[in-house]
Every structure is written in structure tokens, then in C-alpha cells.
T-cell receptor
């Protein structure tokens, strides 16, 4: 089955700086890579996703990149704000997704 | 419905009792997933249903866990003879289909086994 690894487990940045979270996957058949944001005590919510026929996707301050050859994908958040503080999960798969272990992002005002 | 609905939101049960957790997916979503999240941990896949196909049960941790989905809509996750290690938040999600569709999660059932 798919194995998704995520780094770092915790990340602290100053407000306004950029944050980058990286994930690797093992199954070359995986073709869908979503990212979820989970605020404390809340449910995970989809923030952006990318499919394997695309190398990069951007939505306002967030962007994802995918390198199929190296089997890794990344989330980039620019101009971070305190409300970006949360746990972020990457995921990958083709019928169902396997989640990474999460990155706790803290944006310091 | 407008979102994925799960019930109960909280459940405290004694060790050895059986529990049933319910999930009502978004209307029209053919795929339904159950995940488990222990405190401060990631999301562990349990089972998924897609339309009328046989469910993928590969994530169920033991034969005490089972799930069914009636009429392609509501799903029930049953845990028999609960153990303390079963304590976690059980999250249900649905999507428009299997594959490259994002999940919409319910708010979860927090299960505490005492």
C-alpha cells in the first residue's frame, strides 16, 4: 500500500514569512495529492489538491508542487498570517488516500 | 444534506461494551470513508465504500471492527468488545467518487473507553 511521509512535524515562522511542508510517497500509481488543514478541535478541511498530470497549482497564498519522478510534493504558504496556525496533513493515493503524520504550523505575530 | 453528519458527537463506554457510530454523507456522494485519529496523531484509514462495490476493509485493525453502508448512503461503524486503545476520534468523510476527489469530513465521534 501507499506510504506517505511528511516533514517537518512542527514548524514555527514569523508572521509574513513563508512556510514549506514536504511530503514523499511510495506508490507510483498514486495520482491524487490533497492537502488538509485541521485547526484545534476541528475537522480536517481540504485547502488545495493536485493531480499527477500537473506539476504546480496555486490558490492565492498557497501553492503545491509535485515531482512525480522523485515522488515528492510540497505545500508552500506565503505571507503567513496567525490564522494559518494549524496542523496540515498531506495525502496521496488513487482510490483512497493515505495521510501523512501532520505538520503543526505556528505563525508568530 | 449540506455536510457530512456524524452521531453521536461524544460517546463514553465501558470496556467490553459494543458501540455503533453513524455517518450520514453528503447527498449524491458515492464514496464514504472512515478514519481514526488518536489524540495529536494523524489519520488512520479504516474502511471505504464506493457505490455498490465491495468495501475496502484493509485498514480495520481487528475483527472487532466492522462497518456497513445501507442503500449507498448512511454508514454504521461497529466496534465490539471495546478496549481502551479504541479511544480516539472516529472521522467519516465522503466524496463525489473514488480517486481524485477531495474529502468532506464530518465533525467526528469522540469515543472514550473507560
Amino acid at each position: 500500500g501507499e506510504n506517505v511521509e511528511q516533514h517537518p512535524s512542527t514548524l514555527s515562522v514569523q508572521e509574513g514569512d513563508s512556510a514549506v511542508i514536504k511530503c514523499t510517497y511510495s506508490d507510483s500509481a498514486s495520482n491524487y495529492f490533497p492537502w488538509y488543514k485541521q485547526e484545534l478541535g476541528k475537522r480536517p478541511q481540504l485547502i488545495i489538491d493536485i493531480r499527477s498530470n500537473v506539476g504546480e497549482k496555486k490558490d492565492q497564498r498557497i501553492a503545491v508542487t509535485l515531482n512525480k519522478t522523485a515522488k515528492h510534493f510540497s505545500l508552500h504558504i506565503t505571507e503567513t498570517q496567525p490564522e494559518d496556525s494549524a496542523v496540515y496533513f498531506c495525502a496521496g493515493g488513487y482510490q483512497k488516500v493515505t495521510f501523512g503524520t501532520g505538520t503543526k504550523l505556528q505563525v508568530i505575530p | 444534506g449540506a455536510g457530512v453528519s456524524q452521531s453521536p458527537s461524544n460517546k463514553v463506554t465501558e470496556k467490553g461494551k459494543d458501540v455503533e457510530l453513524r455517518c450520514d454523507p453528503i447527498s449524491g456522494h458515492t464514496a464514504l470513508y472512515w478514519y481514526r485519529q488518536s489524540l495529536g496523531q494523524g489519520l488512520e484509514f479504516l474502511i471505504y465504500f464506493q457505490g455498490n462495490s465491495a468495501p475496502d476493509k484493509s485498514g480495520l485493525p481487528s475483527d472487532r471492527f466492522s462497518a456497513e453502508r445501507t442503500g449507498g448512503s448512511v454508514s454504521t461503524l461497529t466496534i465490539q468488545r471495546t478496549q481502551q486503545e479504541d479511544s480516539a476520534v472516529y472521522l467519516c468523510a465522503s466524496s463525489r467518487g473514488q480517486g481524485s476527489y477531495g474529502y468532506t469530513f464530518g465533525s467526528g465521534t469522540r469515543l472514550t473507553v473507560v
